[in-house]
């Protein structure tokens, strides 16, 4: 079996982890135009890297964990600044309302809580896959989730009984 040219490799990698690190990124921000550059960015450095990131058990995570570190830093530069946001669309204003109170829940979160609830259930990632994304223990993952969890519900006015 050949193995596929490095920069095909990348192309197809690319269509299928750029809405991944998104989503991610959306739902830890909010402010899309942010978001979309920052996704391309940690897309960017993975291609000049491809020759060592293709070979990654995880290569999606590896690009997660460089994005998350970009977003963090932009946050840093401007967290003076107020979100931008999203404009929901008209005809489903019910649906973004609901999608949008959550990401606007998820934004109130600490920047660790935040990252592990995303990670978890947004985009289904194991404890033991987010531990290796934010560079922490699993039994740290699992903290962050559980108070997550509570903050979330605490900001939702559901009760903790979920």
Same mark, same amino acid.
């Given at each position: 079996m050949s193995t596929p040219e490095p920069d095909q490799g990348f192309a197809e990698f690319f269509r299928t982890c750029l809405p991944v690190v998104t989503r991610t990124l959306t739902a830890l921000? +909010?402010?899309?135009? =942010?978001?979309?550059?920052? &996704?391309?960015?940690? @897309? %960017?450095?993975?291609? /000049?890297?491809w020759a060592d990131v293709h070979a990654y058990d995880k290569p999606e995570a590896w690009v997660l964990k460089v994005a998350i570190r970009l977003m963090r830093r932009w946050q840093?530069? !401007?967290? /003076?600044?107020? *979100? @931008?946001g999203s404009m929901p669309a008209v005809?489903? %204003?019910e649906h973004v309302q609901e999608v949008? &109170?959550? !990401?606007?829940? @998820?934004?109130? @979160?600490? *920047?660790? !809580?935040r990252e592990a609830v995303a990670l978890h259930h947004l985009l289904g990632y194991p404890?033991?896959?987010? &531990? &290796?994304?934010?560079?922490? +223990?699993?039994?740290? =993952?699992?903290? !962050?989730l559980t108070r997550g969890r509570a903050e979330l519900r605490r900001i939702l006015g559901g009760s903790d009984a979920d």
């Open positions: 921000n +909010g402010d899309t135009r =942010v978001v979309e550059d920052i &996704a391309q960015d940690a @897309l %960017v450095i993975a291609q /000049h890297r840093q530069r !401007h967290q /003076h600044e107020t *979100p @931008l005809d489903a %204003v949008e &109170a959550l !990401h606007s829940a @998820l934004r109130q @979160l600490s *920047p660790r !809580h404890v033991s896959e987010i &531990a &290796a994304v934010l560079m922490v +223990g699993e039994s740290t =993952v699992r903290t !962050h």
